[in-house]
């Protein structure tokens, strides 16, 4: 008995079998999880993300961090604005989520009274003349003017640091409540519009779409791919022989992902509508083959053991051409585009398995004594085979060229990304981030770590730290830099020596200067805030910039200088990963092309099927 025979005469045990790998595969769903954390998109074992990690290690990570954009509607360095900013201060260090906050109120002012260096904000209570002459000293501090306070003195930057681990969503998520329930008691009480950013705050947002997202793509997918299937079948017993094998198969690729640790990230949300688009082709195959069938007269159980007979190598080859094309990802060092290669190849094997068996079975089903024998669409399949008959020869020739044509124009396509883009930009961490982006220059930073020789003198480090600072300057998204120098020349000093500065630095705690110095391993930070005008434009500056620190690194042997930071590692990584998806694309049309060459022996027919799939992408 022909092995495809199996499938109608023992329809109860593949039944089961098909249910089982259903239960047991779905079972997989409880153990998905989302992986919210940013930085693992562009992990890698590249420089470029081991020197971001060397950089975290020494100057601290910001994934703790949360931003706080404080706004007036009146000078903040003023009686109600000091009263406000002291207030959010003193309720954040009451709550224990919060390890530490840092604000304008942490800046120095050019005076001493023995070796304590006096706040640059008085109290609240000094008179106009003090106040006056705090907003002139803090509109000309290299540290607080365009740093954490706007130009009109309106708005402010404060970073409260959470204490802890907050990997767990279900940890993060009621801190952030908290946090934000305690600032908008102070925000109403003190007349001012405070909102919260940063890199938890973005996770949340960006885990809550996730989370919200999944079901309405899966739902909308579903709706509107039935609602087309319907339209055109006109059956609800089609619709439902077509649709239950791409559900089974969504179902089982989910529950495999979670039960092999694989997460959902930003760039593997959009599997489930892939996966199930996937499906659902094989499946509408199957149908017209079974529809023809009986047509012809076969009975259901006949229609249905000739069709899996003859579809399961097409059906196969496409699969497996497909699941070969998702497999190229797997060579790429990104670990966020091997996740979402692997995932698109189980995807595409499971749907294999689910429709080849589910459809053909359901057409043996009372499901199937309702399917119409009417053929959708064949008027105009007749059209098009009248069309291409005659001038098949004119038609090819003319997809060749069109093919050659727009070859310049995807070569000529340039790669893009913004550390954003994989953010819910409604959300309200999104939108504090962009007006942040408005009001104080950017959010994000340009990073350049400055490691010097053991034999390096004060000195030497600090003009070229300057030096450095000269450079990235010249980059046109970024407000000023600031380093370790522009610190010393904000400390109050009788001459302006930088012994003087030396003395008064060493008098500063070092928790106060652990972000720009680490005298530990003999590096610096210069760094300056910088808005997401996104790779295109960023990274030909980034490059311009490292080129101009290489002739700075050849006067100083011994010395590194590395343009590094989590925006210019996600720049280059994000491009990376599009360049990465190129060549993975050739590798896949290469393979394809191979495969196809040996199985229908023809090198003739392997090229008239690639033509095809590569004009698109011109």
Known sequence: MPWPALLTRSRRVVFLLLGLLTLVCGAGLKELRVDDRLRDLFRSQNDDYRQLEMLQARFGADDNDLLLLIESPSHLIDERGIAGLRATVDRLEQLPEIARVRSILDARGDRKVGRYILPLIPAGDADEQRLERARAEAAAHPLVQGQVLSADGRTSVMIATLSGDISSMAVLQPRLQRVRAAIDEVAREHQLQIGVTGVPALRSDMTEHIQRSQPT??????????????????????????????????ICTMGLLGWLGIPITPITSIVPPLVFVVGMTDSVHLLFHIQDELRRGRSHQEAAMNTFSEMWVPCGLTSLTTSM?????????????RTFGIACAIGTAMNFVTVMLSAPLLATTPLGRRLGLREPGSRFAAWLARLVDGRHRVLAVAGAVATAALLPCWLSLRADNRAGEFLPQNSDAARVLAATEQQLGGALQAQVMVQWSDDATAKEVVDTLRAVESEVAQLSFTSKPVSLATLLETLPTEHGTLEEQLETFDEIPEEATAGLVHFDSGSAIVRASMRDVGAAAALPELDRLEARLGELQRLHPGWVFTVTGTTAVSYRTGNHMIAELTSSLLLAAGLIFVSLAVIFRSLRLALAALIPNLLPFG
């Open 217 to 250: 793509f899966a739902i909308a997918t579903l709706v509107l791919s039935s609602l087309a299937a319907l339209a055109f079948y006109r059956s609800w017993s089609a619709l439902l022989i077509s649709g239950i094998g791409p559900v089974l198969g969504l």
């Open 325 to 337: 094309g998702f497999a190229t990802l797997m060579l790429t060092p990104l670990e966020a585009v």
